[in-house]
């Protein structure tokens, strides 16, 4: 059975932009998985190409102690 994780990355809206179809990224959820487990989040992402920006705070943060919990069961 999965892990349920939940999170949300807040950013202003209109402020990232997709650099392949160039239009304004919006609220989407986005599911992260890692060892067997699922982890849904709300994330910018592109409306149109579904390009997903991962800030590098939360890929070595919260991610990163998200993956350290999970090796150390």
Excluded: T
């Excluded at 949300?8 to 986005?30: H, I, N, T």
């Excluded at 998985?33 to 989040?41: A, L, T």
């Excluded at 919260?62 to 350290?68: D, T």
């Amino acid at each position: 059975m999965s892990q349920k994780y939940h999170e949300s990355y807040e950013f202003e809206p209109g402020s990232l932009v997709c650099d392949k179809c160039q239009v304004a990224m919006e609220p989407g959820e986005v599911m992260l998985q890692y060892m067997g487990n699922d982890f849904p989040i709300q994330m910018p992402k592109c409306p149109l190409c579904g390009q997903v920006f991962i800030p590098e705070e939360l890929a070595s943060g919260k991610i990163l102690q998200v993956e350290r919990a999970l090796e150390d069961k």
